[in-house]
């Protein structure tokens, strides 16, 4: 039995590091793009906030992203520089 968690509205498998990081990118994005806005009117006053740290999203996504790529075998992310003078 696999173990799901819900993001986005969606069920995904935590055991999956490849659809975690996909899940959390469609998070990110909605987040970035103002989807996951709350507001709150209090005595005539509109309150607007988003209730998401995007920074510990980011580094989640960074996480998956890697353990996704390990289990994969995926690309690089750094490569060597190097000069050539002709």
Same mark, same amino acid.
Not at 1 to 19: F, K, L, R, W, Y
Not at 34 to 52: K, L, Q
């Given at each position: *039995? %696999? ?11 935590? $055991?999956?590091?490849?659809? *975690?990081?996909?899940? #959390?990118r @469609? %998070? ?9 806005v709350?507001?709150?009117?209090? $005595?005539?006053?509109?309150i %607007?906030y ?9 580094? #989640?996504? $960074? ?7 390990? @289990?994969?075998?995926? %690309?690089?992310?750094?490569?060597? @520089? ?5």
């Amino acid at each position: *039995m %696999t173990d799901t968690v819900v993001i986005g509205g969606e069920p995904v498998d935590i $055991d999956d590091p490849c659809a *975690m990081a996909r899940a #959390l990118r @469609k %998070t990110e994005l909605r987040i970035a793009t103002g989807g996951s806005v709350e507001s709150v009117e209090i $005595d005539g006053e509109r309150i %607007t906030y988003s209730r998401a740290s995007l920074p510990a999203l980011r580094q #989640l996504i $960074d996480q998956y992203g890697a353990q996704c790529a390990a @289990k994969t075998g995926g %690309t690089r992310t750094r490569f060597a @520089k190097s000069v050539r003078w002709s």
